[in-house]
């Protein structure tokens, strides 16, 4: 069974940071390309940041650009991100995701609420 947990969400201040973390379990973690995600109300679900399998190139939304960043441990089957200078517009539900190309396989987190505010 697929599992991919996340934590590190929480209630933070603008200009503030938090780390999110996404456990991965049943499935070859190193052979996923894993990603994250965000939601907030009333909009779209939309691709924030993506760390390749298993070379770890990223790629960002341009709105975190040089604010977060992804990474990943292959050998702990888990991947970061790291939220810095936070804003009130980075509230959302954050996901875990991954994905492996060559299957098209794709398995989902439940997320984890993320809100900055003053």
């Known amino acids: 069974q697929v599992q991919l947990v996340e934590s590190g969400g929480g209630l933070m201040q603008p200009g503030g940071s938090l780390r999110l973390s996404c456990a991965a379990s049943g499935i070859t973690f190193s052979l996923y390309s894993m990603n994250w995600y965000r939601q907030a109300p009333m909009k779209e679900r939309e691709l924030v940041a993506t760390?390749?399998?298993?070379?770890?190139?990223?790629n960002y939304a341009d709105s975190v650009k040089g604010r977060f960043t992804i990474s990943r441990d292959n050998d702990k089957n888990t991947v970061y991100l790291q939220m810095n200078s936070l804003k009130p517009e980075d509230t959302a539900v954050y996901y875990c995701n991954a994905y492996r190309l060559a299957t098209s396989r794709a398995y989902w987190g439940q997320g984890t609420q993320v809100t900055v505010s003053s």
């Open positions: 760390i390749t399998n298993p070379g770890g190139s990223t």
